[in-house]
């Protein structure tokens, strides 16, 4: 646990930065160098309005619009909870150079309580100035019976491990992987919170992940009515796209009552 938490208090710096530098930053501890990926974690490149509840915040992270005016991204993307009017949210557009594009100042943060204890919780919410228009957004999971089979990522962050942040919104697919799995990888998955994280990415040869600059964003897939529904919030991992390496995320439906109680409050 102790590098882990070592690597969460260096990303919050780096995010720190980021903010003044325009430098994306993402949650990965690290370990022992390894060659990066070559491609964007086996991503490719989403059309305009394929995934209207993204969202891209000044930090460096990524978010989803959990309703019009609120975004939910990771714990450890903002320094705590109170009045903030520091971040700007940009949605509505794939492309961060193009034009048409809703950029909305930020006005309060929540960030999850149980963030950085043995429960878990890697969590945030962000309230905005006033409401976005013309978007959807992305509805949370509520129980963990759709935290299996293969789930869509998509963000701005690094095409390859240690690189910059992306102009064009990206996309990727990752399939389940099992607690058990996951925590059995070596590096740091012996300290995966069961009840808290869920993993996804392709084992046995990588090549398949989210990487810098992605956290906060959703991990999503089809729900029984084969609408979006978000499972997850893209929170650490070791490297990028690496084998035996998978993305961890927070397990949204682990926090869904406390996610829409710190929601409905704001």
């Known amino acids: 646990m102790a590098t882990k938490r070592w690597f969460t208090l260096l990303r ?5 930065l980021t903010a003044a530098a325009a430098v994306a930053s993402f949650a990965t501890p690290a370990i022992a160098a390894q060659p990066p990926s070559a491609d964007v974690v086996g991503g490719t490149r989403a059309a305009q309005g394929e995934f209207p509840f993204m969202v891209r915040l000044s930090m460096g992270c990524g978010g989803a619009l959990f309703t019009k005016q609120i975004v939910l991204t990771a714990a450890h993307c903002v320094d705590g909870t109170g009045n903030n009017t520091s971040i700007t949210a940009t949605v509505g557009v794939v492309d961060l150079q193009g034009t048409g594009a809703q950029k909305i100042r930020s ?3 929540i960030q999850s309580p149980t963030y950085g204890t043995a429960t ?3 969590w945030a919410l962000i309230k905005l100035a006033s409401p976005v228009t013309g978007l959807a957004t ?5 129980s963990s019976s759709f935290n299996n089979g293969t789930f869509t990522v998509a963000g701005w962050g690094a095409a390859r491990e240690g690189g910059g942040q992306q102009r064009f919104l990206l996309k990727a697919q990752v399939p389940f992987v099992d607690d058990a799995t996951c925590s059995s990888q070596g590096g740091s998955y012996p300290d ?8 996804a990415g392709n084992l046995a040869n990588g090549g398949v992940d989210t990487c810098q600059g992605d956290s906060g964003g959703p991990m999503f897939r089809r729900d029984n009515n084969n609408a979006w529904i978000q499972v997850g919030i893209t929170s650490w991992g070791d ?13 949204v439906s ?3 009552t406390k996610i829409s109680q710190a929601a409905a409050g704001m």
Not at 138 to 142: N, Y
Not at 192 to 199: D, G, H
């Open 12 to 16: 919050n710096t780096a995010i720190g």
């Open 138 to 142: 992305l509805p949370i999971a509520t």
């Open 107 to 109: 006005t309060k943060v």
């Open 120 to 122: 878990g919780g890697d």
């Open 192 to 199: 995966l919170i069961p009840s808290a994280e869920i993993c």
């Open 254 to 256: 682990a926090f869904a």
């Open 239 to 251: 490297g990028c796209a690496r084998a035996h390496a998978p993305g961890v995320y927070t397990e």
